[in-house]
């Protein structure tokens, strides 16, 4: 790549006032972060430790909701509505769970092969 087209591209990478050129942005720092890449400051993990504590507190009152329905004398709601209901705060706090341990411990640099000093023998023949 040279250097117009990869200006052209890190332009085109700011630009978020189109409705897919944002997703494409959010898409490219989710998979930045799940992959491990990405360099995260102080600051930004702190940021990252309250987004889960915050996506834990709604899980852990959503299944006291849930808990505090079947120890009630008037349970009308089925057990599958409960589950349901509780799907969407439990995979968020998957997801973030996720997106913090990756944060914290992130992927180690593969290790470059040494090469002997001297010359280099070619592996073809």
């Not at 990869?6 to 959010?26: A, H, K």
Request: glycine share 4%; proline share 3%.
């Amino acid at each position: 790549m040279n250097q117009q087209k990869w200006e052209r591209d890190i332009l085109n990478r700011q630009r978020n006032i189109v409705f897919p050129d944002t997703v494409l942005n959010e898409g490219r720092f989710y998979r930045n972060v799940a992959s491990g890449k990405a360099v995260f400051s102080t600051a930004q993990k702190v940021s990252l430790v309250i987004i889960f504590a915050y996506f834990a507190v709604i899980t852990v009152v959503f299944l006291a909701g849930v808990i505090s329905t079947y120890h009630t004398e008037q349970n009308t709601r089925l057990l599958a509505d409960d589950i349901r209901l509780l799907s969407l705060p439990c995979s968020e706090l998957l997801f973030w769970t996720f997106l913090s341990v990756k944060a914290f411990f992130p992927a180690s640099a593969p290790q470059r092969k040494r090469t002997r000093a001297g010359y280099r023998s070619s592996s073809r023949s």
